[in-house]
Structure formats: structure tokens, C-alpha cells
């Protein structure tokens, strides 16, 4: 199985802040790489897919880059509605696994 | 605007079955693949199980492979988890997910709670 590594497991960041989370897969996966973000108490919210689209609707704060092995989440300017937890899922191959989250404070 | 809900969740004694219902709309639900990811309590996601579109092939995660089945009815728009030999481990909120054409997971359902208890 491939594991998905991420850090770190919790930053704390303030609103206006740039905030870039890693995500390190044990293989490689290309760029079947997607970011999620999950409020606390709700379903998670899918936010980019391979590597670096964002999803419909998501707004351009939000970027994805890497490929292969390392990825990246950057978050250019942390609002109050983007604290949360973020996971980064590989899709490549099956099983389809989940890096550890990030949980994203107020500082 | 795609839907997606949970049914089915609930007390079971360890050991017991139980069967998840996904009651999907807004879309043509047979030609995506379907997900099942859950999350124990106070823990990170953890996938459980996808089933494809076209040939119904299914995968499972280590820890539910050989107890779990999923399924789905294209005709009724409706995606299933069959649980079996439930362990205390196996608690926490399951997710009903639709997977974009050939990519990634695109929507989530809201989730149903599923306890593990004697």
C-alpha cells in the first residue's frame, strides 16, 4: 500500500497568513494526488484533484503543486472560514489511502 | 445539485452486521464510481471501499477486506455497505462519496454514525 505522509500535523497561523501543508507519498503516484478540507462536525469538502486543479467552485486562494512524490497545499491568505483539518488522498492505486491531516489554528 | 445521503447507521452489538444505504441524486449515478470512507472518532479519514462504474469491480481497504462488501443498484440510484463481524474499531462516521469521471472524489454526503457496542 502506499503511504501518504503529511506535515505538519497541526500548524497555528493567523488570518492574512500564507500557509503551505506537505504531503509525501511512499511511491510514486504521477499527480493522482486531492486535497480535502473538513470543518469540525462535517463532511469533508473536496478542494483539488490531480495535484493542482481546484475543483468547481473552490476559490484561487487555494493552490496545488508537485508531482511524483511531493506535493503541496498553499493557502495565500488564511480567512477565518479556512480554519480546518486537511487531508491529501493518493488515487493512483488501490488501495486509495489518506495522509494524516493537517489541523489548521487560530493563533 | 448532486446529493448524496446516508442511511442505515446505528448501535450494533460486536460481531453483528449492519447495512449502510447511499441514496443518490442529481446526477447520472451509473457512470461514476462510488466510495465509502469513514472516520473513528476524533481520527483522520480512513477509505474503505470503492466500487466502479462499468464492470462493478470492487477494492476494499486491509482492514475491512474478507468483512465488508459494497454494492450498488444503478437502477434505484442507490450505493451499499454491507458490514459484517463489526469490531469497536470498525465505530465512527461513515461517508458516502461520488468520484469524478476518472479522477478524484468530487462530492460527499453528509455521513451516518455507526456504534460498535455491547
Redesign the interface.
Known amino acids: 500500500d502506499i503511504q501518504m505522509t503529511q506535515s505538519p500535523s497541526s500548524l497555528s497561523a493567523s488570518v492574512g497568513d500564507r500557509v503551505t501543508i506537505t504531503c509525501r507519498a511512499s511511491q510514486d503516484i504521477n499527480n493522482y494526488l486531492a486535497w480535502y478540507q473538513q470543518k469540525q462536525g462535517k463532511a469533508p469538502k473536496s478542494l483539488i484533484y490531480a495535484a493542482s486543479s481546484l475543483q468547481s467552485g473552490v476559490p484561487s486562494k487555494f493552490s496545488g503543486s508537485g508531482s511524483g512524490t511531493d506535493f503541496t497545499l498553499t493557502i495565500s491568505s488564511l480567512q477565518p472560514e479556512d480554519f480546518a483539518t486537511y487531508y491529501c488522498q493518493q488515487y493512483s492505486s488501490h488501495p486509495l489511502t489518506f495522509g494524516g491531516g493537517t489541523k489548521v489554528e487560530i493563533k | 445539485e448532486v446529493q448524496l445521503v446516508e442511511s442505515g447507521g446505528g448501535l450494533v452489538q460486536p460481531g453483528g452486521s449492519l447495512r449502510l444505504s447511499c441514496a443518490a441524486s442529481g446526477f447520472t449515478f451509473s457512470r461514476h464510481a462510488m466510495?465509502w470512507?469513514r472516520q473513528a472518532p476524533g481520527k483522520?479519514?480512513?477509505?474503505v471501499s470503492?466500487i466502479s462504474s462499468s464492470d462493478g469491480s470492487t477494492?476494499?481497504?486491509?482492514s475491512v477486506k474478507g468483512r465488508f462488501t459494497i454494492s450498488r443498484d444503478n437502477f434505484k440510484n442507490m450505493l451499499y455497505l454491507q458490514m459484517g463481524s463489526l469490531r469497536a474499531d470498525d465505530m465512527g462516521v461513515y461517508?458516502c462519496a461520488r468520484e469524478?469521471l476518472g479522477?478524484?472524489?468530487?462530492?460527499?454526503?453528509?455521513?451516518t454514525l455507526v456504534t460498535v457496542s455491547s
Request: no cysteine.
Open positions: 466510495h470512507v483522520g479519514l480512513e477509505y470503492v477494492y476494499y481497504g486491509n461517508y469524478a479522477s478524484a472524489i468530487d462530492y460527499w454526503g453528509q455521513g
